[in-house]
């Protein structure tokens, strides 16, 4: 593959697999460890109301997709919070009218021309240098939220109750993290898809919580892991001419899946070991 960095394409692929594994296994972690993955799936797959409501109305896209994703995430998060026994009907409700008001708006543009594949899977491949700098400017902006409000947030993602009990804002940190997630989701879904975002906000951190014992480390590890996977996925799709979104996922999956291969056979081992 190192044939391969002498490509513009393939340098600035590389750096926005870095960016947005920093991204991701950030706020993957909160995510993961605030049990509200469904609610970020619906806020990326609500984004397609915004991207189609956006160019339904002459907007650039990610004008309509910004506003339209914190709109969704003030609404999911507060149904959350409300109505916690039916907050997963209301989400998976949104997520469905947002993808299909999304792609209604799509259709009835003037001069449609959007390939909708391209928001699912993304084009790596195809990163144009501005949309490095704003993965920059929205990598350094998340690592210093985190960096600022570390300790907030890890009492509301272990211990909710005290950290209300001790006067942390946690309503406050719980829409701002879905704040964060909506810019996270606007910013790199026409990068690398919708499809791998979700995937690197949940199974790099969902690997990590196994083996780190620290938020913080968790988060350092789920963004290593990330990059590794996009290394990886972007390697064999390289060498072997594959669609590098879907390969990165690919990469993914089979490394969620062989961390749970190796879950169940530690858990026989254990008991045999203590006879």
């Not at 706020?27 to 619906?42: E, P, Q």
């Not at 189609?52 to 919070?81: E, H, K, Q, R």
Request: proline share 3%; with cysteine.
């Amino acid at each position: 593959m190192w044939d391969a960095l002498q490509f513009e394409f393939m340098r600035n692929a590389l750096l926005a697999g870095f960016l947005v594994s920093v991204i991701c296994g950030i706020l993957g972690t909160l995510v993961v460890v605030n049990r509200i993955v469904f609610i970020s799936g619906g806020i990326a797959h609500a984004a397609y109301g915004g991207i189609g409501l956006a160019l339904y109305l002459g907007l650039p896209p990610a004008v309509g997709a910004t506003l339209f994703s914190l709109v969704v995430s003030m609404v999911m998060g507060i149904a959350s919070l409300k109505r916690r026994e039916r907050a997963d009907t209301i989400i998976g409700v949104m997520w469905a009218l947002g993808m299909a008001l999304g792609i209604i708006l799509i259709d009835l543009s003037p001069g449609y021309g959007v390939d909708l594949m391209s928001y699912l899977f993304g084009s790596i491949l195809s990163v144009p240098n501005p949309d490095i700098w704003y993965m920059v400017c929205l990598a350094v902006f998340v690592i210093l939220i985190a960096l600022a409000f570390y300790k907030e947030f890890m009492a509301m993602s272990y211990d909710e109750e005290f950290a209300s009990v001790t006067g942390i804002p946690v309503r406050v940190l719980y829409f701002t993290l879905l704040g964060l997630i909506s810019l996270a989701v606007v910013t790199i879904i026409r990068v690398v898809g919708l499809i791998l975002v979700i995937a690197l906000l949940t199974i790099p951190p969902y690997i990590a919580e196994k083996y780190t014992i620290s938020l913080g480390k968790m988060m350092v590890f789920s963004s290593l892991l990330g990059i590794l996977f996009t290394l990886a996925g972007l390697w064999f799709s390289y060498s072997y001419n594959l669609s590098s979104g879907a390969t990165i996922i690919m990469v993914a999956g089979i490394a969620f899946f062989l961390s749970m291969a190796i879950d169940s056979i530690r858990a026989r081992i254990k008991p045999m070991r203590e006879r």
